[in-house]
């Protein structure tokens, strides 16, 4: 700073330069930010730094919705939510991160609120069938890959069509069985009954095919376009109880049903009692009650 002349008057102007200059001659950004490179430097050490990403993953426990969703399950079905989630996984990649995290924290929050506006699943009461054909491995094994192929393709026409015509949804195909859930039990033994009576007129190869079928009534979840829960576990574990082709059911579904329908088709219901030397089903209610319609 410069010394006031002795002989007064105004002192000369004097000039601080407030923004230091860089190496370059170009000015830094003022106050205590950080560069544009360092900080972009320092977003990316935090965006894949693990306990930041751990910490935001502990935080999304506490959200609404499901603290999962972003897994391949809960993307990979229809709604709006899922519809996002998808372009977001392509743009973040698959890769754990903390913007990774964030987004999908508030895809989740969506999701639990369309569903609790009724525009999800949720926990609504669905009918859940589980079919396959019997003794199909042994015969699969030694007809080779075109014969199984071109039995699979007649039995899903012989099979798809009546669930689709009674509002059923062929949920996944597992091999010579799919699982398909309906709004209504009714609607399921129906599309059942038909199902098994189209799959009477199939023959490969000298294969006539007999399916069992499993039908349990309840309130799994649906998560990208598939339904899990202990529900599905006991439909699967009612369709085992099926042996050579037989229509299983649970009291659940049985007491869903209205009393004409089986009338109306036919059907006898007779409870199901375990062979003694049957391996007990594993994975449902020791209290479950099966039945089988004849």
């Known amino acids: 700073m410069s010394e006031t002349p002795s002989g007064g008057g105004e002192p000369p102007e004097v000039v601080i330069p407030l923004v230091p200059a860089d190496e370059d001659g170009s000015p830094r950004r003022s106050g205590p930010g950080l560069r ?38 809960s993307v990979s079905g229809p709604g709006g939510a899922r519809a996002v989630a998808r372009a977001a996984d392509k743009l973040v990649g698959d890769t754990p991160s903390a913007a990774r995290e964030i987004g999908f924290g508030a895809l989740q929050v969506w999701q639990a609120m369309l569903e609790r506006v009724g525009r999800g699943k949720g926990s609504q009461e669905v009918t859940v069938m589980f079919t396959d054909l019997v003794a199909f491995s042994g015969w699969s094994l030694s007809a080779g890959d075109a014969a199984t192929l ?77 339904w899990l829960g202990v529900d599905v576990t006991i439909a699967a574990r ?41 391996a007990p089903l594993s994975g449902v209610p020791e209290d479950l009650r099966i039945f089988r319609l004849d």
């Open 238 to 278: 009612v369709m085992e109880a099926g042996g050579n082709g037989n229509m299983m059911l649970s009291q659940a579904t049985l007491e869903s049903l209205r009393p004409e329908t089986l009338e109306e088709l036919g059907y006898t219901v007779k409870p199901y009692r375990r062979s003694f030397f049957a």
């Open 150 to 226: 071109e039995l699979l393709r007649v039995v899903a026409k012989a099979i798809e069509p009546p669930i689709a015509d009674r509002g059923g949804h062929v949920v996944k195909r597992m091999g010579d069985g799919v699982m398909a859930v309906f709004t209504s039990a009714d609607r399921a033994v129906r599309a059942a009954q038909h199902a098994k009576r189209n799959l009477a007129a199939v023959e490969v190869r000298g294969y006539r095919p007999q399916m069992r079928v499993g039908l349990h009534t309840g309130s799994p979840r649906e998560i990208g376009g598939d």
């Open 36 to 73: 544009r490179g360092q900080l972009s430097t320092l977003m990316n050490v935090a965006n894949s730094r693990p306990d930041f990403i751990g910490a935001l993953r502990k935080a999304r426990e506490q959200l609404p919705g499901d603290p999962a969703f972003g897994d391949p399950l």
